[in-house]
Nanobody, 123 residues
Framework: QVQLVESGGGLVQAGDSLRLSCAASGRTVSSYIMGWFRQTPGKEREFVAAISWSGGSTWYADSVKGRFTISRNNAKNTVSLQMNSLKPEDTAVYYC????????????????WGQGTQVTVSS
């Protein structure tokens, strides 16, 4: 079993930055592709970013490319999401989770979700 705890969300203004963190426990996630997803009320959870198990490859949703950076520290069993130039449309609850498949996959394994962290961007 993997337990995931996201943190770092908050209320910021458009153009500000936030850094989200995801701490995994229960078992190591170093062998998984890890990703960030986000969800707003009434909408399905959407893919934001992912990183390979080694950290050598990353891929992003077009809406965040160039503004967000995903990283991981396998020694600490953590995954981070640096979010710059935030926009009101980035407002959502953000989740980290393992992703199945290979490079470029946007499909979560589906069994492991934390409580998420709320990001609110005011205009």
């Amino acid at each position: 079993q993997v337990q995931l705890v996201e943190s770092g969300g908050g209320l910021v203004q458009a153009g500000d930055s936030l850094r989200l963190s995801c701490a995994a426990s229960g078992r190591t996630v170093s062998s998984y592709i890890m990703g960030w997803f986000r969800q707003t009320p009434g909408k399905e959870r959407e893919f934001v970013a992912a990183i390979s198990w080694s950290g050598g490859s990353t891929w992003y949703a077009d809406s965040v490319k160039g503004r967000f950076t995903i990283s991981r520290n396998n020694a600490k069993n953590t995954v981070s999401l640096q979010m710059n130039s935030l926009k009101p449309e980035d407002t959502a609850v953000y989740y980290c989770t393992p992703i199945k498949g290979g490079y470029g996959s946007r499909v979560p394994i589906g069994d492991y979700w934390g409580q998420g962290t709320q990001v609110t961007v005011s205009s």
